[in-house]
């Protein structure tokens, strides 16, 4: 049964850092691109990160650019998403999302086949 369980989410003050993962089971974990994708309160949900099935490929939405990191372990069919200088802007649910294609193209809701739970992240003073 294919599964996403996200984690890592929690309550950080602004400027702060927060490492989410996504474990994923019953899919040949190689063969697919995987999104962050979140959603803030009253707003649509956006692609934050991609990377590619093999890893070699990356893409940030601007606004994360330079602040989060995408990374992925093949081996134990993992992806991490380090988030550093936090700001109030970040806070949303932020979904694992796994694409319908082994590379990384512009987010759509469209290349999307499955979803994860989701974890809160809250970034408050």
């Known amino acids: 049964q294919l599964q996403l369980v996200e984690s890592g989410g929690g309550l950080v003050q602004p400027g702060g850092s927060l490492r989410l993962a996504c474990a994923a089971s019953?899919?040949?974990?190689?063969?697919?691109?995987i999104y962050w994708v979140r959603q803030a309160p009253g707003k649509e949900r956006e692609g934050v990160s991609c990377?590619?099935?093999?890893?070699?490929?990356?893409d940030y939405e601007d606004s994360v650019n330079g602040r989060f990191t995408i990374s992925r372990d093949n081996a134990k069919n993992t992806v991490f998403l380090q988030m550093n200088s936090l700001k109030f802007e970040d806070t949303g649910v932020y979904y694992c999302?796994?694409?319908?294609?082994?590379?990384?193209?512009?987010?759509?809701?469209?290349?999307?086949?499955?979803w994860g739970q989701g974890t809160q992240v809250t970034i408050s003073s």
């Open positions: 990377i590619s099935g093999s890893g070699k490929g990356t």
């Open positions: 019953g899919f040949t974990f190689d063969w697919h691109a």
């Open positions: 999302a796994r694409s319908r294609h082994s590379y990384c193209t512009r987010y759509t809701s469209g290349n999307i086949d499955s």
